[in-house]
């Protein structure tokens, strides 16, 4: 009996021992699972196995394309057109008659399009004069910004920089259709020396930006990885649904926010994804994006094999599509009886037992 008892004492031991290895082994597969589209890992660390994201959206039931009812955007007729051609019929008909044309019926069809492009030059010529009454003598000033014997205008400058600073072209596609278009051969250096003017003409417009974001009820913050002169940096963004203000910085942690000059002012309710460098700035509030709490939902229902994971994704979801419905309608914010009737389920109950943290935005203000 004393040899049973060791032995069924031994394999209870074992069967333990076994289990905490599975939970284990588990738990390590769970880790190499993880990815920028279940938490809060940066994309650049995804290695080779990047891909597109899962779509968490579910099917609307609606078929692609514009729905019925939408406001369309079709070309509208100019009812102050630059030119007339008038159409008329052949003078004589088949059989021989005159054509009688009806001056007041005809159909109406309009072309729009542009003229060829025409670059215009002008020389100023800057004359010396002298005071006939005591010889002093006086030069004409050159207007703000012709600087140099031969420059280009404010249109050119501007024209380059919208191409290379907002849709991304390369400086060399840039020079092209600059040649292609205006017959103009402007050079990567002089497009680079545009964008440097814009940068210190537009500081005023940044400095009222970063005002707009940091008197914000609700500000949205996020960093992500980038690459400069080929080292990594962070490119840091802090923004509004109207106002967003970009930080291209050499770290990702603290001393970028601090550059940036917001969060250390910010008294609002700072939405992040959970990044802890982010909690040391203690006058705003802190929340954590939507789009996280679903990543980390996922990890737990697809990687560890969490039931109510699954269904608390599918809750959030919900209340989305909730706030979307409402704002369809003018609302701001959802009614306070759906707030709590949300707020008191045993899904978000059950979360907080599990120490998850949960902060859900009802509207687009908290």
């Known amino acids: 009996m004393i040899i049973l008892d060791e032995k069924d004492k031994k394999i209870a031991e ?7 290895l599975k939970s284990i082994i588990v738990e390590l597969t769970a880790r190499l699972e993880k990815s920028s589209k279940n938490s809060n890992k940066p994309p650049s660390s995804d290695g080779l196995r ?13 078929k692609n394309g514009g729905q019925e009812g939408r406001e369309g955007t079709t070309k509208e007729f100019c009812q102050n057109p630059d030119t007339i051609v008038k159409l008329v019929p052949k003078e004589e008909c088949d059989c021989g008659g005159r054509v009688v044309v009806a001056t007041d019926d005809f159909v ?27 010889g002093k003598g006086h030069k004409a000033s050159f207007p703000v910004g012709v600087n140099s014997p031969v420059s280009y205008g404010p249109t050119i400058q501007g ?17 092209e259709l600059i040649r292609d278009v205006f017959g103009i051969n402007i050079s990567q250096g002089t497009i680079l020396a545009a964008t440097d003017t814009a940068y210190e003409n537009t500081k ?10 940091i ?25 509004t649904e109207s106002a ?28 992040h994804d959970h990044y802890k460098p982010y909690y040391k700035y203690k006058k705003c509030a802190h929340g954590e994006c939507n789009q996280h709490h679903l990543r980390h939902l996922d990890y737990l229902h697809e990687n560890l094999g969490v039931l109510w994971a699954g269904d608390m994704a599918n809750h959030l979801l919900k209340i989305k599509h909730h ?25 978000l109950k059950k979360s907080k037992k599990r120490a998850i943290p949960i902060k859900i935005c009802y509207n687009n203000k908290r």
């Open 204 to 213: 005023g417009a940044e400095n009222a930006i970063k005002q707009e974001v």
């Open 14 to 20: 074992l069967e333990e021992e076994v289990r905490v």
């Open 50 to 62: 990047k891909g597109a994201p899962k779509n968490m959206r579910k099917p609307s039931g609606r």
């Open 159 to 175: 024209l380059v920089t919208y191409m290379t600073m907002y849709q991304l072209l390369p400086l060399q596609r840039t020079t």
């Open 244 to 271: 967003t203000v970009y930080l291209i910085h050499k770290n990702r942690g603290t001393k970028a926010m601090d550059a940036m000059g917001i969060l250390p002012v910010f008294e609002g309710t700072a939405i």
């Open 108 to 134: 109406v069809r309009q072309v729009t399009d542009a003229v060829p492009v025409k670059v215009l030059t002008v020389e100023y010529r800057a004359h010396e004069g002298t005071c006939a009454d005591c």
């Open 323 to 347: 706030v979307d419905l409402s704002k369809l309608f003018g609302a701001d914010r959802l009614e306070q009886t759906d707030i709590d009737n949300y707020t008191a389920t045993n899904l």
């Open 215 to 239: 008197k914000s009820d609700v500000a949205g913050f996020d960093e992500s990885g980038m690459r400069v002169d080929g080292k990594l940096h962070w490119l840091h963004t802090a923004g």
